[in-house]
């Protein structure tokens, strides 16, 4: 019992389940975003609602296995990077290449699509697990590599503003100004 003063504290452990293994055609073990569209076509094909996912990698770029954090509607799902980056601390992942879904078959990425790319890339730095890629398949083998899109811009976070200054200080200073 917990004297005057004291509370109780819960302790917890966090672990990590192999649900199944499927059989899919093998992950691919490079970057490649060919290979790893074909990977999560596999995994996708009988699904009829988006949905959000990761190809977890080691530090050689292995195939250490793959989530589904996220499924949602016919044009839409809420995706945050607290799942993925969860999955891939749990697994001792090193990097990962994200997934989207869009059953409508285009592959076109949406704002949000980029908006969430940008998120998770600077969310992953923050914990130390690099995001490679965020690929938005369509009809397969449809897809669009945002990495390719972003054209040398990866990754595609918004600068921060330096630690002590005000964003509109930065601004200033970015400009040139005092």
């Excluded at 959000?52 to 044009?75: F, M, N, Q, S, W």
């Excluded at 998120?119 to 965020?134: I, S, T």
Aim: proline share 12%; with cysteine.
């Amino acid at each position: 019992m917990a004297g005057e003063g004291l509370s109780l504290v819960s302790r917890y452990r966090l672990a990590l389940v192999r649900e199944a293994a499927e059989p899919h055609p093998a992950p691919p073990c490079s970057p490649l975003p060919d290979e790893a569209a074909a990977f999560f076509h596999s995994v996708t094909s009988d699904l009829p609602f988006e949905c959000t996912g990761a190809l977890l990698l080691d530090t050689h770029g292995r195939p250490i296995g793959h989530v589904l954090p996220y499924t949602g509607t016919l044009e839409h799902v809420t995706v945050e990077p607290r799942a993925f980056l969860t999955a891939a601390l749990l697994g001792n992942a090193a990097s990962l290449t994200l997934f989207h879904l869009h059953p409508s078959g285009d592959p076109t990425p949406s704002p949000a699509d980029l908006d969430f790319t940008r998120r998770m890339v600077w969310a992953g730095e923050l914990v130390g697990v690099r995001v490679l890629d965020h690929l938005v398949l369509g009809e397969p083998p449809s897809y669009v590599s945002i990495r390719r899109l972003a054209r040398g811009k990866w990754p595609p976070p918004k600068r921060l503003a330096p630690w002590g200054r005000r964003p509109s200080q930065a601004r200033r200073r970015e400009a040139g100004g005092p």
